[in-house]
């Protein structure tokens, strides 16, 4: 125990000593913000970092562009620290994945310092699109996850949390075909895609006393036409449905399919669905988050309650993560007050001063959780009883 003791001291001051170049990296990303599977500077810059650090690197790891996987060491256990750079269209880094990024660099790096040529993997592992296209699920599919036994990252936010639930969520992108015609001339001669489109919407809003309280369903109309003269003949939504759980989330799929094709019923429009990546809820593993937490609480930031604490869930890929292997989704607080993501004071936020010392605090923690697993087996052994798999 006294050796992982001086390796957790190795990172705290590794960590330390790389202070300037993680927040160079977070403010580099934040000032640069690429949406979802553009992230082609970010991805530069962390390779570039993690690359000088002594960390083998792959490119388009699992085919997709901007994934990368950057290793040291070899052999087993291996610990999987998770890069998040996609920024929001038009608000940039409103959910602070620059700060997601740097982390997981910065932890990466100070993990490599500290296990200095002992047995075992660090692999820091770039996952793009998590906004909008589910990078994680597609790295999962195609076989990255494999022999990792842990996965860690940490998430911006306005309270520090070891852990909060989110929502299984799917995109349903929604076309309808109709027939165009001049809107005064002949309207009797068009079929109307964009009324196919507005009463798909309205039959949503007539389910919603109906559903769940778990349930949620938004979306937005993507093309409603060319001009208002021309009976629009092909109209675009995408509708974003969110539940508590997968199956919860898949009843009311069903019922939104129902408005759809209700939809083309009442108009003559033909509706075709497609399915994006079906984001799972997100699952605890105590056992590592409270040990997180720990260090956490060390290092002068005490985590609260995630569970007692109002106002509604999101969804991420990572839950699709969590399902697979222990994993852990801690937030980190950023802000000086309630301040919500998704929004430009938030992107505000994610370069403030405050948020550089406390993702250098969760840099540190994260780095030593790490650590925890590649080196105290017995620490491992119950990180996996408490998934649920032998240990």
Known sequence: MADIERMRSAAVRAVESMAGEIVDLSERILHNPEVSLQEYMAVEWLTSFLESK?????KGSGG?????????????PAVAILCEYDALPGVGHGCGHNLIAAMGAGAGAAARAALDGRPGRVVVMGTPGEEAAGGKITLLERGQFQGIDAALMVHPSSRTMLFRPSLAAVSLYVTFRGKAAHAAGAPHE????????????????????????????HGIITKGGTAPNVV????????????????????????????????GMM??????????????????????????????????????DG?????????????????????????????????????????????????HAAILVAT?????????LLADSSFMNRVKRDFGVGG
């Open 267 to 304: 108009t003559g429009a033909r509706p075709s669905v497609e399915l994006g990546p079906v984001y799972a809820e997100r699952r605890d593993n105590p056992t590592l988050s409270s040990r997180f937490g720990r260090y956490m609480a060390e290092l002068g930031m005490e985590p609260s």
């Open 190 to 217: 068009g079929i109307n895609a964009l009324e196919a489109i507005i009463l798909t919407f309205t039959g949503i809003n007539s389910l919603r006393q109906h559903l769940r309280e778990d349930a949620k369903i």
């Open 64 to 76: 997709m562009p901007t994934a990368f996987r950057a290793t040291y060491g070899s052999g087993s």
């Open 54 to 58: 002594g960390f083998d690197i792959e």
């Open 232 to 263: 629009p003949d092909h109209t675009e939504a995408e509708i974003l449905v969110r539940a508590r759980d997968r199956a919860g989330l898949n009843e009311v799929v069903e019922k939104v399919r129902r408005c759809i094709q209700g939809a």
């Open 307 to 355: 569970a007692m604490i109002g106002g509604g869930l999101g969804s991420s890929d990572m839950g699709n993560v969590s399902q697979a292997l222990p994993a852990i989704h801690p937030y980190v607080k950023i802000t000086s007050g309630d301040v919500p993501g998704h929004t430009e004071e938030f992107a505000r936020a994610a370069g403030s001063e405050r948020a």
């Open 364 to 372: 540190k923690a994260m780095a030593m959780t790490c650590l925890d």
